[in-house]
Antibody, heavy 115, light 112 residues
Framework: EVQLVESGGGLVQPGRSLKLSCLAS????????MNWIRQAPGKGLEWVAS????????YYADTVKGRFTISRDNAKNTLYLQMTSLRSEDTALYYC????????WGQGVMVTVSS | DIVMTQAPLSVSVTPGESASISCRSS???????????VYWYLQKPGKSPQLLIY???NLASGVPDRFSGSGSETDFTLKISRVEAEDVGIYYC?????????FGAGTKLELK
């Protein structure tokens, strides 16, 4: 059974950093690209970043470019999102999802940016 | 960026009746490989989104065949026949043709 489990969220002050993790199981992680997608409270879905299976290709939404870094460790079956210079508008539920079709999603991890 | 426009934003359906949700993209989602990269997801209350339809018309694993997707290069439809209580939630269309991947604003389906 495919499982994606996010962790690392919490309450953080504006300007600070936070690192999210997504632990994958039930499939060969190193064969799949992965994504981060977020959902602000009461809002719709916003794609954040993508990384290819070997980390050769990485893409970001303009809203996070230069502040967020997506990475992965295929030996640990884990996807990461390093978030720096956090803003209040980054407050959201962050999901990891498997590429190509976003066919599996994690349960999400909440990030709240507030003083 | 490709803009995805959904209509209606909400729909109320009697159980057993059918429902249709429309989605329009600002650019053709037909790739040169012949695949149209439009997707449909359902987010049930308090849950993560789940894939319903991939590449315009393919039913995702485990999804009832009451759901179907169709369309052209820029206009797409999700049809739900014989709506059931478990179908309540917010339906999103999305395009995975090119970065940035984008989603529609969502259509909330509720029961009458």
């Amino acid at each position: 059974e495919v499982q994606l489990v996010e962790s690392g969220g919490g309450l953080v002050q504006p300007g600070r950093s936070l690192k999210l993790s997504c632990l994958a199981s039930g499939f060969t992680f190193s064969n799949y690209g992965m994504n981060w997608i977020r959902q602000a409270p009461g809002k719709g879905l916003e794609w954040v970043a993508s990384i290819s299976s070997s980390s050769s290709y990485i893409y970001y939404a303009d809203t996070v470019k230069g502040r967020f870094t997506i990475s992965r460790d295929n030996a640990k079956n884990t996807l990461y999102l390093q978030m720096t210079s956090l803003r209040s508008e980054d407050t959201a539920l962050y999901y990891c999802a498997r590429h190509l079709d976003f066919d599996y999603w994690g349960q999400g991890v909440m990030v709240t940016v507030s003083s | 960026d490709i803009v995805m426009t959904q209509a209606p934003l909400s729909v109320s359906v009697t159980p057993g009746e059918s429902a249709s949700i429309s989605c329009r993209s600002s650019k053709s989602l037909l790739h040169s490989n012949g695949i149209t990269y439009v997707y449909w997801y359902l987010q049930k209350p308090g849950k993560s989104p789940q894939l319903l339809i991939y590449r315009m018309s393919n039913l995702a694993s485990g999804v009832p065949d009451r759901f179907s997707g169709s369309g052209s290069e820029t206009d797409f439809t999700l049809k739900i026949s014989r709506v059931e209580a478990e179908d309540v939630g917010i339906y999103y269309c999305g395009q995975l043709l090119e970065n940035p991947y984008t989603f529609g604003a969502g259509t909330k389906l509720e029961l009458k």
